[in-house]
């Protein structure tokens, strides 16, 4: 069984030592490593050269032009080789058992997905998978969900021929926020299989993550461009593949959008450009998903920082209640109206 590991890379010079000498430790030998270097500007692609020179494990593949990390990893994908692919951020790295101990689970039981836990490194916490997703609500859980679940490639492993079928039926196009979602959602339609492990095998690094990153105007509309370019991806997919599901685009679109009005601008803006950047999302969203939010976008400043810090609150609430014992209550709830 061989695993090939997709790295897109860009401008990360300073993590890629890290990050590669992770995967070059493995204790399970049989591995590609695929660094796409994006066409960075600063030393990455002169430093993954300089590995690939020692070990004949790691294949560099480099754009001619900057084309986003969507684009990244379908370059990765169409040149991968391994029996089962895994995507791996540029600035995070993987725990030296992880390749072993995929292996010891895929050798029984050949699953399309695999999810495991994953660590932070700023926080040293543990994010765990969700304990009740299973293949029958896989999909639902990214889009249907009352609170979705964030859209992550990079902690799971996918057997190749899924992401090669999933990747064939998305579209090319350039995005630096939200492809993750689009890449995720694709590939839960058209999985088979799915289970997960409690086994953290990534340290992510949640200092360099786009959602710690401050935004000035620019940043902003660099985001909404990305999200943009995803929604109308999104909308390509379901109305040529998946009929079906054409209501998903919609459920989506409010996802994005409350990334975007939370996170982005109240919670990574400066408040002199709250305004400012809440009168460009009309320019992304549609009027339906922007009518929802109506009343928040035209809150006073004041009223703004407040629901910023109602989002907060709700957010550490959340996070206290672990989602087995949600699913208790909501269980109990349920049985206790019917």
Same mark, same amino acid.
């Given at each position: 069984m061989k695993f090939s590991i997709i790295? *897109?890379? =860009?401008? #990360? /010079?300073?993590?890629?030592?890290?990050?590669? /000498?992770?995967?070059?430790?493995?204790?399970?030998a049989d591995i590609e490593i695929i660094c796409v270097d994006d066409c960075s500007t600063d030393e990455s692609l002169q430093k993954i050269e300089s590995y690939a020179v020692k070990d004949n494990r790691i294949k560099v593949i480099s754009h001619s032009k900057n084309l986003g990390p969507h684009c990244a990893r379908q370059t990765g994908v169409s040149n991968a080789s391994g029996d089962y692919i895994l995507f791996l951020d540029c600035d995070d790295a993987l725990e030296v058992f992880a390749c072993s101990s995929l292996h010891s689970i895929l050798s029984e039981t050949d699953y399309d997905v695999l999810e495991f836990a994953y660590k932070h490194k700023k926080a040293k916490t543990v994010s765990l998978p969700v304990p009740f997703i299973t293949i029958n609500n896989l999909f639902d859980s990214l889009v249907h969900f009352k609170n979705p679940r964030a859209g992550t490639v990079w902690n799971k492993v996918y057997k190749k021929e899924l992401l090669q079928k999933a990747f064939s039926k998305m579209q090319s196009f350039y995005s630096v926020m939200g492809e993750d979602l689009y890449e995720s959602?694709?590939?839960? =339609?058209y999985a088979k299989s799915y289970t997960f492990i409690n086994a953290p095998l990534v340290l992510y690094n949640d200092e360099s993550g786009i959602s710690n990153k401050k935004n000035d105007l620019s940043s902003v509309k660099k985001s909404l461009d990305s999200i943009k370019a995803n929604l109308d991806a999104f909308s390509f997919f379901f109305n040529t593949h998946a009929g079906e599901n054409t209501d998903a685009v919609l459920y989506i679109e409010r996802q994005y959008l409350k990334y975007i009005f939370y996170i982005q601008i109240l919670m990574n803006t400066q408040k002199k450009d709250w305004r400012v950047s809440?009168?460009?999302? /009309?320019?992304?969203? /549609?009027?339906?998903?922007?009518?929802?939010?109506?009343?928040?976008?035209n809150k006073t400043q004041l009223s703004l920082y407040l629901e910023l810090i109602k989002y907060k609150i709700n957010i550490f609430? #959340?996070?206290?209640? *672990? =989602? #087995?014992?949600?699913?208790?209550?909501?269980?109990?709830?349920?049985?206790?109206?019917?």
């Open positions: 790295i *897109p890379i =860009y401008n #990360r /010079s300073l993590f890629i030592d890290e990050t590669l /000498s992770g995967i070059l430790n493995q204790t399970y959602v694709i590939i839960a =339609y809440l009168n460009l999302l /009309s320019g992304c969203f /549609s009027e339906d998903t922007l009518l929802h939010y109506e009343k928040k976008i609430l #959340r996070q206290l209640m *672990p =989602y #087995r014992l949600k699913k208790i209550i909501k269980d109990l709830y349920a049985n206790f109206c019917a």
